[in-house]
């Protein structure tokens, strides 16, 4: 944070970050938060939210035969729902920061990964940022989380970037770590309650054996987990504001990042084989008859788990 | 032989299961080195000994430990540096995959997570077997760069004793100070419930809407058979079972020996969570619910019959 921001002044001339790349329009609703200026006691925040668009889990998602990375293409995808999680913690905080905060929303992923930023867009975000670029498929974790870095750079240096937990389709839950690490800021991960305040940032994490928190300064990095809150619904007026809201396409060239360091051929990993798993067969089903307790606690005896 | 670094899941020098697991797994690629990190060592020793741990890197500094993450991907990274081994291998945590994350950024390494199960390749590769999709695919991966650095999901291996020297070697790794930006300031310890840890255990008894909120029968069911407790994400929130102890795809992956589903209508989300379980048995009123179609055993009827008659002959049948 600036050194002029202090919770308390006039956010207005808080402006801490440098302005985004990407235009800032559509904040009509935001607007009306300048005729009460006591709204707002904190900094006006720059948010960035790193979004995925994934297939959707109901539609069977494949691996492509051809190069064994996942197919993004041929099957129905949409906004990853655990990233619904931190679009809606970004905006919580934007709308309870100075009206000057805005909240951009991040992608990186072929054409349809549109779908994900205008999701967020209908949420409420103020502006997008897709990085599209054909060079990029197959990227693993690391290249993904390397392609997040320089688009968050060139974007300015944001207050807070927000992640989710994990992405629904890959599942490692390794990006919000390595961005951390490569713009070297402090990691405040898996949030179930996150508060800033004062430029610091406070959330509580839970693990199996404790219930641990953490703060950092800002600018931070923070991923959330989906306990934190209850994603919101696009509202009419939302869904009809999104359409008027910038959205950015930039090309890897545009990140100044060299198309050999990602995709499949940059992978630091590489998939050899992958094979379906035959359904399991379905095995004896008895319908409860005043003994179906028994029947289960003989299938246990006979199986030698008793 | 070439070292494989053992990242050990420890509380207060309590060695889980999954550090055991995890040496069993290295003894494949190469010579087992534990890092331990924390307080415990001295206690701990002699279990690591037990499963064949040949070095234990011993790092106790609060610069470590009073901190997120950072600082123990910064010891692994040093380590990596100096003991040049084949592998590292971390468990399937939150925590270890994140670290695990750090730790292949630093060191410009490929990075494999929640392997089921891993091997020695050709020419010192590391070759790793990961369930995608809620469990629906079986991929064969591989380390392209660096040092292969692998976190394995708990019960991928059967821990074998095997006697090891255990060699101590105190490290002293200097903390950068941008590893120490997220710092810990509370800790509150939860509640021991007395059963297995949920990941560990190898019988697992979930319950779900079907409870309606009454988990009594689910847990006695549980404590007849010595199993953990789950529940699927529809009854956590509702509030009726902790987050903690959440089966499926945003809570725990389980991979247990047994999995019993009671009342919960299986649906992907929770699958994902318990696919890979070896035996899997539903109790479920409805017989069209899905979880029938992958279970070995199915009763269908109500939970808050069938479960207490199965107790009372588990326990009968136990004298």
Not at chain 2, 15 to 37: D, H, M, N, Q, Y
Not at chain 2, 163 to 178: F, N
């Amino acid at each position: 944070m600036g050194l002029a921001c202090v919770p308390g002044a006039l956010s207005v001339s808080c402006i801490t970050a440098p302005a985004l790349a990407a235009p800032m329009g559509a904040k009509m609703s935001r607007n009306l938060k300048t005729y009460f200026p006591m709204k707002g006691d904190e900094p006006a925040m720059n948010i960035v939210v790193c979004v995925k668009y994934v297939p959707d889990a109901t539609s069977d998602p494949t691996f492509n035969e051809s190069d064994n990375t996942t197919d993004r293409l041929g099957v129905d995808g949409l906004l990853s729902e655990l990233d619904e999680y931190a679009v809606e913690a970004g905006l919580k905080l934007a709308e309870s920061a100075g009206e000057e905060s805005n909240v951009t929303v991040l992608t990186i992923g072929p054409d349809k990964a549109a779908d994900a930023i205008k999701k967020s867009l209908q949420m409420g975000a103020d502006a997008g940022v897709h990085v599209n670029d054909e060079a990029i498929h197959g990227s693993d974790a690391a290249a993904t989380s390397l392609i997040l870095a320089e688009a968050v750079k060139k974007i300015g240096n944001p207050d807070l970037i927000l992640t989710g937990m994990a992405s629904t389709d890959g599942v490692m839950g390794v990006v919000p770590a390595m961005l951390a690490e490569r713009l070297g800021l402090p990691q405040v991960t898996l949030a179930s309650e996150l508060t800033v305040a004062g430029g610091t940032v406070t959330i509580r994490r839970d693990d199996d054996v404790a219930s641990v928190t953490i703060t950092a300064s800002l600018p931070a990095l923070v991923s959330v987990t989906d306990q934190i809150n209850e994603p919101r619904y696009p509202s009419f007026k939302g869904i009809m504001a999104a359409k008027k809201k910038p959205v950015s396409t930039w090309s890897l060239a545009d990140l100044g990042i060299d198309a050999g360091s990602v995709g499949l051929a940059g992978a630091w990993t590489t998939v050899e084989s992958f094979a379906k798993r035959p359904p399991r067969a379905q095995g004896q089903i008895v319908t409860d008859e005043g003994d179906g307790g028994t029947k289960l606690a003989e299938f246990l005896s006979a199986n030698k788990f008793v | 032989m070439a070292e494989v670094l053992v990242l050990v899941e420890h509380l207060e020098g309590v060695v889980r299961k999954t550090a055991l697991e995890l040496l069993t797994i290295a003894r494949r690629l190469g010579e087992p080195s534990v890092v331990f990190i924390g307080p415990g060592a001295d206690a701990a020793k002699q279990t690591l000994a037990q499963y064949g741990a040949e070095k234990v890197y011993r790092v106790e500094s609060a610069d470590v430990t009073d901190y997120l993450v950072a600082p123990k991907a910064e010891v692994l990274a040093a380590l990596v540096a100096s003991a040049a081994p084949a592998a590292v291998l971390i468990t399937s945590t939150p925590e270890g995959k994140e670290i695990a994350a750090r730790l292949a950024i630093k060191t410009g390494s490929g990075l494999i997570t929640d392997a089921v199960d891993v091997q020695a390749g050709d020419a010192g590769t590391v070759r790793t077997t990961q369930s995608a999709f809620a469990g629906g695919f079986a991929v064969q991966a591989s380390v392209t760069k660096g040092t292969p650095i692998i976190t394995v999901k708990p019960n991928s291996a059967a821990p074998e004793a095997v006697a090891g020297a255990a060699v101590e070697q105190v490290l002293q790794v200097p903390i950068s100070e941008g590893a120490k930006a997220a710092r810990i300031t509370d800790t509150q310890p939860k509640a021991a419930s007395g059963r297995p840890e949920l990941t560990e255990a190898a019988i697992v008894v979930s319950g779900g809407r079907g409870t309606s909120g009454d988990f009594s029968k689910v847990e006695e069911f549980a404590d007849s058979l010595g199993a953990a407790v789950g529940a699927s994400r529809a009854a956590v929130d509702a509030g009726w079972y902790p987050h903690a102890n959440q089966v499926g795809q945003t809570g725990k992956q389980v991979s247990p020996q047994l999995y019993v589903a009671a009342g919960i209508s299986g649906a992907i989300q929770h699958r994902a969570g318990m696919q890979t379980s070896k035996t899997i048995i539903a109790v479920n009123k409805d017989e069209e619910a899905p979880i029938f179609e992958m279970v070995d055993f199915g009763v269908v009827g109500d939970l808050f019959t069938v479960l207490p008659q199965a107790t009372k002959a588990v326990n009968a049948a136990k004298g």
